[in-house]
Every structure is written in structure tokens, then in C-alpha cells.
């Protein structure tokens, strides 16, 4: 086994003449915190969701836990290649901005609910399992409500334990805290500095600066569809990443406080 | 009034059973059907999209007496034979699979599509998120529209007495020419075809008010 679990190289997409992503290379290895900033249009979420294909980039090579997909523009995707992709999405977990729960089905029936229908583990066992996840995210006792019952930060601590039930070697956050209100990000942050205490290898596109600054190994700009740096957080958020970082910074100061008040 | 029902019993009591079992076999072949056409209305193939547009495009442009007549009357000219209450079953269920499927793609479109990738993203397949994701609760929303649709089709099953059908319309109008009591007979008649339905309404508000409790 690779110690590398994300692999990157050229990758682009473009929307007509916009360009999202140009020839981005990107590694990640395995028990790394990765976050992703950058303005809004930068490209980081298209380059997130392109990592599972919920977005299909254009062209260039991404290998995500030892599945190797190579895209080239105007080729479909092979049946192979959708082999890989179904492959590398049960080793791979996403939590979204809006949480995306399954509003039909309880709390512990969301979080098991890719292990009796994906892996095919007997109902029984996966609710022991999934008793287990929601008392790891601190929702032991809200096992058989609905989503519409929970708050946001609620919601999204089930979202990760529904990722977590698929025992995924890379999670993907997208956004995980921009849709909660200031005083329900804290109880998700802390279940994600958990996860990265853990060892988890986690791919993180966010605006929580402090998050970053904190619980990261790396943080990753993104501007205008490429990485203008990839540093680790201290000399990110130190004096020498550059006028145009310190701005971005700032700027990300002055609008995390503006949101607190 | 109670004694002519009383007559008309024996006929009626049969014709009763084919309109239910002409208008419940109709929604189900027709939900089956439609499904499908729903389904390929929000294909990536360009071809299936195309076919299904035309197929809702043309039955629900035309009338349904002339899908009735057409395949009792017209396909017998190719050797293409049914008898009549196969006729009336065929055409009444690709007629409500036109108007269902219509009912069943707006309650897919309706799913936040964030429910798709949330459910590609662990890694379930197009037909396994379908079944125990998007259409439990697409066919939520769709419930009321398809439940006028099952009503529409007890209704429309009256124009099967057209074709020889023994059905509640015809069973009224051989009473009533035997008798002359044409005003009872289908206001009888009538009274059954609203009581059927007020059933199925009841039927269908109570299927409604299980699903939403939980959902929100």
C-alpha cells in the first residue's frame, strides 16, 4: 500500500471559456490534513468534487486510493474507468456544505444506510456499528429522529459519522461549516480536529482560518483555477507567504468577525 | 330507486368489479410504464429523452376514445386482434403511463440533487440510489398528483362501454333502456363512480399523513 493516497497530476476543467482548474498537480499522503482556501471561484470546490468525480475534471491523471483514472477531453470514461471511480468512492467520503441527509430515513438508518445498501453488511451488525459512530460524534441519543428534528451542526456531525460508517482511508469536506451559524461551528470543527487527532487523511475546503491555522499540515491557495501556494500553516499565516495571502488573510479576519457579531 | 338497484344487482354487482379492476390494473401496468418513461425523460441519451417526449407528446395530445377505437377497431386490420376488455386495459394504461410519467419525473426533478451525489459519493449505483433514495422521496411529493391521476382513470374506464366493455356506464344504459328509468339509473351509477373514488381519496390522504409526519 502507497503511503500516497491522492494523486493529482494536470488536471484542468474548463466551462466554455472559463477556466476552473488549470493543470493542477496535487499529493496527498496518507494522515495528512489538507486544507484548501482561497477566494470564492478559485476553483478549490470544483478541484474536491472532481476527486471523487462528483465533478469530472477535462483532462489529466488522478489516482485516489490506488485507483487510477486518466481523463483526456472529448474521451468518455471506459467501463474500467467507471470501475475505478465506483472503487474509489467506497474507499472515499464527502461531507457537504447543505449536509445532504436523507430526509426520509432516521438518524441511525442515514449513517448505516451505505453499509446494508453498498457493502451488503447485514442490518443487525451495521447498527451496532452505527449506534457506535453516532455516540463517537456526540449523537448517541438522537438515533431514531429524523433530520428535519436536528440543528445544523447536528446535521452535519451525522453526515460525518454516515462518511465515517464507510471506514473511508480519505475524507473530502466540502465546506463543512459555512451553512451553520457561528455558535454550531465549533461542535463540527471539534469532531474534524478529532478525526485529523486520529489520523485521518482529510481534504478540507474551508473559510475557518483558525481551523487551519490549527488542526492543518498543509494549507493550500487557490486563485483563478491553479495552487498559488502550498505551505505548511506556519509559514501560511507567517510574514513571508507573500502580500496577496496576507491580504487574503485579512480580509478572512475581518469577515469571520463580522459573522460573530 | 332501491328496488331498481335491487334489479340491476346481478349486472351491476360484476360491472362494478370490471371498472375497478379495468381502473386499478390500468394504474398499476400504467405506473410500471410510466416509471419507465420518466426515467428515460431524464436520461443522458439523447435518443431515449427523445422517444419519451414523443410517446407523453402524443398520448396525451389525443383523445382517449380514439386510442380506445384505434386499438379495438384499427389493429384488427394488421391481425392484430384483442377482445374488448384487453383492448380497453391496454389502451387506458398506455394512456395514464403518459400523464404518470409526467407525475413521477416532476417528483424526481423535485429531490435535491445534492441526495444523488451524497448517495454516488459512498459509492452506490444510479439504480440503488434511485430505489431507496430519490424515489421514496420523489413519489412523496408526486402522491397527490398521481392519486388524481388514479381517480381520473376510474373515471375514463367509462368509455370502455364503447367498445362491448359490460362496465357501470353500459350496465346503466342496458338498465335504463330495459326500464326508462334513465335519470335513476345513472345518478345511481354516478353515485358509485364518486364513492369509489372518495375511497381512494381516503386511501390516498391517509398514505399522505403517514410519509410527511416524519419528514418534517
Sequence with gaps: MSDIKINVQGLSKSYGQLVVLNNIDLQVNSGEVVVILGPSGSGKTTLLRSLNFLSQADSGVLEVCGHRVTLEPERALSRADQAQIMALRRKTAMVFQSFNLFPHLTVLENVIEGLVSVRHVPKRVAMIRGHELLAQVGLADKAMSYPARLSGGQKQRVAIARGLSMSPEVILFDEPTSALDPELRDEVLTVMRELADAGMTMVIVTHEMNFARQAADRVIFMEGGVIVKDASPVEFFGVTSGERIQQFIRMGHVEHEYTNT | ?216
Excluded: H
Excluded at chain 2, 52 to 57: G, Q, T
Excluded at chain 2, 128 to 154: D, E, T, Y
Design chain 2, 1 to 216: 330507486m332501491f328496488e331498481l338497484l335491487i334489479r340491476s344487482w346481478p349486472l351491476l354487482k360484476t360491472a362494478i368489479g370490471v371498472t375497478i379492476c379495468l381502473g386499478l390494473g390500468a394504474f398499476f401496468f400504467g405506473s410500471i410504464l410510466g416509471m419507465l418513461i420518466a426515467l428515460m425523460r431524464n436520461s443522458s441519451v439523447r435518443l431515449l429523452r427523445f422517444m419519451a417526449f414523443m410517446y407523453v407528446s402524443v398520448f396525451r395530445g389525443t383523445p382517449l376514445l380514439v386510442q380506445i377505437l384505434l386499438i379495438y377497431f384499427g389493429l384488427p386490420n394488421y391481425g392484430i386482434e384483442f377482445g374488448p376488455v384487453t383492448s380497453a386495459l391496454i389502451a387506458l394504461s398506455l394512456f395514464s403511463a403518459a400523464y404518470l410519467s409526467e407525475n413521477f419525473r416532476s417528483g424526481i426533478n423535485a429531490v435535491d440533487p445534492g441526495q444523488w451525489e451524497a448517495s454516488f459519493s459512498m459509492g452506490m449505483g444510479y439504480w440503488k440510489c434511485l430505489q431507496r433514495i430519490i424515489l421514496p422521496q420523489a413519489l412523496r411529493v408526486a402522491l397527490p398528483s398521481i392519486g388524481g391521476q388514479m381517480v381520473a382513470l376510474i373515471k375514463d374506464t367509462s368509455l370502455a362501454s364503447i367498445i362491448t366493455v359490460v362496465e357501470m356506464t353500459s350496465v346503466a344504459q342496458q338498465m335504463g333502456a330495459a326500464t326508462f328509468r334513465y335519470m335513476e339509473m345513472f345518478l345511481m351509477v354516478g353515485f358509485i363512480y364518486w364513492f369509489i373514488n372518495q375511497c381512494l381519496t381516503l386511501v390516498q390522504t391517509y398514505i399522505e399523513g403517514r410519509l410527511s409526519r416524519r419528514m418534517s
